[in-house]
């Protein structure tokens, strides 16, 4: 018996949000690739936080209400998934110019 000393291989800090341990590789914010290996650190300029600190702070996509990591659409104030960003009528991707209704966005198409 006895006591290890900690394994500091691995040991990559703490959440300077939530304050957990940091396990596994750190991986960049804005890349949410590789996805189930591990616990996932983010690193913004000033701090690293765990993943789900990450994403209590990212912001909400104004469709799903996900967190939106990556690229972003906005509009206004309000952010969203590309994928999210749909037309109300047709259902394509809202990539030119849209108007926001009150049944949802319309694309120059469906617009009335
Ligand atoms: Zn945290
Ligand atoms: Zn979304
Ligand atoms: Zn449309």
């Known amino acids: 018996m006895g006591i290890k000393p900690p394994d500091t291989t691995n040991d990559l ?3 300077s949000s939530c304050f957990c341990r940091f396990k596994a590789s750190t991986q960049k ?5 590789s996805r189930g290996v591990g616990q996932q650190v983010y690193e913004s300029p000033d701090a690293k936080v765990c993943e789900s600190c990450f994403l ?3 912001p909400k996509c104004g469709a799903c209400g996900k ?3 990556g ?4 509009v206004g104030e309000t952010a969203f998934h590309p994928d999210c960003l749909v037309c109300s009528g047709c259902g394509q991707k ?3 110019a849209f ?3 009150d049944s949802g966005f319309k694309c120059a198409n469906c617009r009335p």
């Not at 914010?29 to 690739?33: D, L």
């Open 13 to 15: 800090g703490q959440c």
């Open 29 to 33: 914010a804005q890349s949410p690739r």
């Open 56 to 58: 209590q702070s990212a």
């Open 67 to 69: 967190p939106v990591i």
């Open 71 to 74: 690229t972003v659409a906005r």
């Open 94 to 96: 809202l990539t030119g």
């Open 99 to 101: 108007a926001k209704t």
